[in-house]
Nanobody
Framework: QVQLVESGGGLVQAGASLRLSCVASGGTFSMYGMGWFRQAPGKEREFVAAIGSGGSTNYADSVTGRFSISRDNAKNTINLQMNSLKPEDTAVYYC?????????????????WGQGTQVTVSS
């Protein structure tokens, strides 16, 4: 049974930084791709960033240059460093594990999800 637990969300002002973490349990963490998605009220869940089993990364255009995803296989953890936050980054952020080793930018590519952590950016 795979479990994903996010942490690090909060309320910050525009321009600030936050670091989200996701700890995984169950399965062999290093073999799988991992991703971050977010969902704002009234909107569909959208891709933010992903990291493959080999460390390759990709990002949504809206966060490129501001967000950075990383993984620590020894700790079964991925992190999302978010800098220069904007009010439009406000959402619940979800950690997810892919079905295989490759990443995906669509939700269907992920089989397990965390419960989410709220990020609120005030103007």
């Amino acid at each position: 049974q795979v479990q994903l637990v996010e942490s690090g969300g909060g309320l910050v002002q525009a321009g600030a930084s936050l670091r989200l973490s996701c700890v995984a349990s169950g399965g062999t963490f290093s073999m799988y791709g991992m991703g971050w998605f977010r969902q704002a009220p009234g909107k569909e869940r959208e891709f933010v960033a992903a990291i493959g089993s080999g460390g390759s990364t990709n990002y949504a255009d809206s966060v490129t240059g501001r967000f950075s995803i990383s993984r620590d296989n020894a700790k079964n953890t991925i992190n999302l460093q978010m800098n220069s936050l904007k009010p439009e980054d406000t959402a619940v952020y979800y950690c997810a594990r892919t079905i295989g080793s490759r990443t995906s930018h669509i939700t269907a590519g992920y089989a397990w999800w965390g419960q989410g952590t709220q990020v609120t950016v005030s103007s």
